[in-house]
């Protein structure tokens, strides 16, 4: 590890960086290098420098050199954060597993290595992690809501709530702590917390602070049953960020159209391996979570989480400069590199599911089912299908990152709306291509025939069905998806029909449109009914 010599040079280059003086850091570190060519830890510097000016590439070349002159954890640990900021998850796999060979960490690097267990998957280990990072720097903001947010997603809930309310009262403008504050409210929380957030109203905010805020107020009003309010509020966080994406809905129906085409079209060829893994799809909030904590009950099974690798690895066999677009199916579907390319999936897949088959919750694998398919002959897909106004709503009140590409069509209700249909006509076309791999499930008929519909699932899984697959509630495991609360219910029809608490407030044609060819258009838009 670092000595005390090379920590205070660490501890001045963070301050210059902190302090936007990236020239200065570069300069100093630099200077040193002419010195002695073979100071490594100049070298792992420079990568904190290229990295703060948006070169990741350059970092990971930086830090390399580093460890080829020595084997450091926190070199280690440093080039798996910029794997997983590229989404190159498998290599990220290998070095935090280099990075574990030392105890002696910092608290910022607790708080790292417990930000890229929770990315792999390992949140037992990212909750030590943080834990560790908390108490080694209580005061540092950032590192008591990430651990605010690890005891969440192991339904630790007081827990969370106890530390976010500290940490708003701190630290008001920590905008992100009052989203996750305003999750967790009871309705006597949210008429405190109303009160909290509107003393904020008058301070000058980025747009990414608008969103935030905006969504911490209509959750809160939506504790209270003031649905106009929480209405008029989830629509100021989207208006936000909306205008930035520059979402086309049109592209995406192309696109759709396009991948349908190719598939009926082109057959990729099939390996022989004889993985079986299940995968769990579908839009957000549409039932995703639920299923794969009751098909997660199976002794037969352990769930993996959430795996990015699938689009990824595509993206890279193509050399694609994007994950959804025509280019990179163009590509994907003349390669013969796909196949070879999951094969790496197949490795990180099995080293977590402990010798069972493993259950991958992504949702958006739906765009690649026919390379799955290819790769993997013997996967078990599930597609979730939840009704058509209850799924939107659900999607438009949710409060996604604009910084993922997957998430731009959930900005408007209307792109929201043409999305849904998309993918509908998208699933249904590999439910009939693939009968025996491919399954659509209801969510309402999920939560109406229990017992029924689990029986059909595990039988199409290829799994015995248990009892207690329907007591999935009481499991400890945790889950960083938007339903962590939810899925410590038991199935029941709550949210069935939710749409309806903001029906009044939405453009009359909106929900009139499905099943019809045309698309809703922006003369539909619910701005006008903001206030």
Request: net charge neutral; glycine share 4%; with cysteine.
């Amino acid at each position: 590890m670092l000595n005390d010599t090379q920590q205070a040079l660490r501890a001045h280059i963070q301050q210059l960086l902190a302090n936007k003086q990236l020239n200065d850091a570069h300069h100093l570190l630099v200077q040193r290098l002419k010195q002695n060519p073979e100071d490594h830890v100049c070298y792992f510097l420079l990568s904190e420098v290229n990295t703060a000016a948006g070169d990741i590439t350059k970092a990971i070349k930086l830090l390399e050199k580093a460890l080829s002159l020595a084997p450091f954890a926190v070199y280690h640990l440093a080039l798996a954060k910029l794997y997983v900021l590229l989404g190159k998850v498998s290599n990220a796999a290998v070095h935090y597993q280099s990075a574990l060979q030392t105890a002696g960490f910092s608290g910022a690097d607790f708080d790292t290595l417990a930000n890229i267990a929770t990315r792999l998957g390992h949140y037992d280990d990212a909750l030590s992690f943080q834990q560790a990072a908390y108490q080694r720097n209580k005061d540092n903001p950032q590192i008591s809501y990430n651990l605010a947010v690890c005891y969440k997603i192991h339904g630790l809930f007081d827990e969370a709530k106890s530390l976010l309310q500290q940490l708003t009262t701190k630290q008001p403008s920590f905008y992100q702590a009052h989203y996750s504050q305003a999750e967790l409210n009871t309705v006597i929380d949210a008429g405190q917390h109303i009160q909290k957030l509107q003393a904020l109203a008058d301070k000058e905010k980025s747009i990414v602070e608008q969103q935030v805020y905006f969504h911490s107020l209509a959750l809160n009003y939506e504790h209270l049953n003031d649905y106009k309010n929480a209405f008029k509020y989830f629509a100021l966080s989207k208006q936000a960020i909306a205008g930035k994406l520059n979402y086309q809905a049109s592209q995406h129906h192309h696109f759709c159209q396009k991948l349908i085409t190719q598939s009926k079209q082109q057959a990729p060829a099939s390996s022989d391996s004889e993985f079986s893994p299940v995968f769990v799809v579908g839009l957000p909030r549409s039932g995703t979570t639920l299923v794969e904590k009751i098909l997660n009950q199976s002794t037969q099974l352990q769930g993996v989480g959430e795996f990015n690798d699938i689009a990824q690895l595509i993206q890279d066999a193509t050399q694609s400069a994007r994950v959804i677009d025509s280019e990179m199916l163009d590509k994907a579907y003349e390669s013969e590199a796909i196949k070879t390319a999951l094969a790496s999936y197949q490795q990180r897949a099995e080293l977590l599911s402990d010798g069972l088959r493993s259950c991958d919750k992504q949702p958006f694998n739906f765009y690649y089912i026919d390379f799955i398919l290819a790769a993997f002959p013997n996967a078990k897909i599930v597609c979730m299908q939840r009704g058509w106004q209850d799924c939107s709503i659900a999607n438009f009140r949710q409060m996604y990152s604009p910084q993922s590409v997957f998430h731009h069509y959930s900005f408007t209700l209307e792109d929201i709306a043409s999305f849904h249909q998309d993918y509908s006509a998208l699933v249904s076309h590999f439910a009939n291509k693939y009968p025996e791999n491919v399954f659509l499930q209801s969510y309402e008929q999920l939560v109406a025939e229990p017992t029924l519909q689990t029986q059909k699932l595990y039988a199409f899984c290829d799994l015995s069905w248990q009892e207690n697959c329907l007591t999935f509630y009481k499991s400890n495991a945790a889950s960083a998806t938007a339903s962590k609360k939810q899925i410590r219910q038991p199935l029941n029809k709550n949210s069935i029909g939710s749409w309806q608490n903001y029906a009044e407030f939405i453009g009359a044609d909106l929900f009139q449109w499905v099943g019809r060819d045309e698309r809703p258009t922006h003369s539909m838009s619910h701005r006008k009914h903001v206030s």
